[in-house]
């Protein structure tokens, strides 16, 4: 995420907690919403950490990537949301000091990995399609779990330098605003790295994928007049090929609509610009959000994580051995 720099100084000197303005019912109200929005992000992203991690079909490379998706998403719901939502609702920081220092490092790293994870999905669905033969020697869980590891660690060494750089691990603090600082060039070097690049590549993959999965089809169907038995086979493999495309790209297609209103206000709307706030606001939510839909897009789409809740709602991940349960 990328701000403009902010005169902390100035902050300090003009911000005060302003006075609450709604009515106590829809005071509560906000935070009945907030507290069930953080909650089924949390249990949503939770049930796809169980699902992945406990049954032994789904240690495949692709949903490992989807469980480090998880994993940043279930960070998001369970600290970011919460913190950012209470702010937003009070108009005031009351938590301190320190706990601001690392929600604005979670905020930052949580986001960097989501990023990068959705970067490695579309890259491990164009290996897997344009170069099946490779994929399948040498694209094994082991690989992706260190690329997922490096990418965590990439992350958490990036963010704290880009925050240690402009000064946000001091002391000095305006009581009552959390905020961080960001200078130009590192705001340009951070737009860069965490949204031009990862989407240009994002982008420029699932144009590929769909390409050979159209190709794909088209090369199946004419294989159709010479073997029937073979025909069925065959189309049963299109189907999947394109079935998993398409789930993919739905989720990809959901990112970047989350994604892309924050980054068009980063770089539109100055952040000094106090008429359009609310603007901000709403842009920060929708990219906050992402982390909720997404397993609302596993639950609606992918069968193997409906045979998984049914399994987890039944308790019959309880029983011996339920780890090797068919779930595909």
């Not at 068009?264 to 008429?275: A, G, K, Q, R, T």
Request: hydrophobic share 50%; glycine share 2%; net charge neutral.
């Amino acid at each position: 995420m990328n701000l403009t720099a902010v005169n902390q100084i100035d902050v300090c000197q003009e911000y005060s907690c302003p006075e609450r303005s709604v009515s106590f019912s829809v005071y509560v109200i906000l935070y009945v919403a907030a507290a069930a929005v953080s909650l089924l992000t949390v249990c949503g992203n939770l049930l796809v950490i169980i699902s992945v991690s406990h049954f032994k079909q789904l240690h495949t490379p692709a949903n490992i990537l989807i469980l480090s998706l998880a994993v940043s998403d279930l960070l998001t719901g369970l600290f970011v949301m919460p913190l950012h939502l209470t702010l937003l609702i009070e108009s005031c920081w009351t938590s301190g000091a320190v706990m601001c220092w690392v929600f604005n490092f979670v905020t930052f790293h949580a986001t960097s990995v989501s990023v990068h994870t959705v970067t490695l999905i579309a890259v491990d669905r164009f290996l897997a399609l344009s170069s099946p033969f490779f994929y399948s020697e040498k694209i094994s869980p082991t690989v992706i779990c260190i690329a997922t590891l490096f990418n965590w660690l990439f992350s958490l060494i990036y963010k704290f330098t880009l925050l240690y750089v402009n000064g946000n691990f001091t002391d000095a603090t305006c009581p009552g605003e959390c905020f961080y600082v960001v200078n130009g060039v590192s705001s340009f070097i951070d737009l860069i790295v965490v949204f031009l690049m990862p989407c240009t590549v994002i982008i420029i993959l699932y144009i590929h994928v769909f390409v050979i999965v159209k190709k794909h089809t088209t090369a199946i169907r004419a294989l159709q007049v010479h073997n029937s038995t073979q025909s069925s086979k065959n189309r049963v493999s299109d189907k999947s090929e394109r079935k998993a495309a398409i789930l993919l790209g739905i989720l990809v297609f959901v990112f970047l609509l989350c994604l892309l209103p924050y980054y068009i206000c980063s770089l539109v709307i100055p952040y000094s610009n106090n008429d359009l706030f609310y603007v901000r606001d709403v842009a920060v939510i929708f990219f906050f959000l992402n982390s909720t839909i997404n397993p609302i897009i596993y639950a609606l789409f992918y069968p193997w994580f409906q045979k998984s809740l049914k399994l987890i709602f039944t308790f019959k991940v309880l029983n011996k051995d339920s780890s090797l349960m068919n779930v595909l």
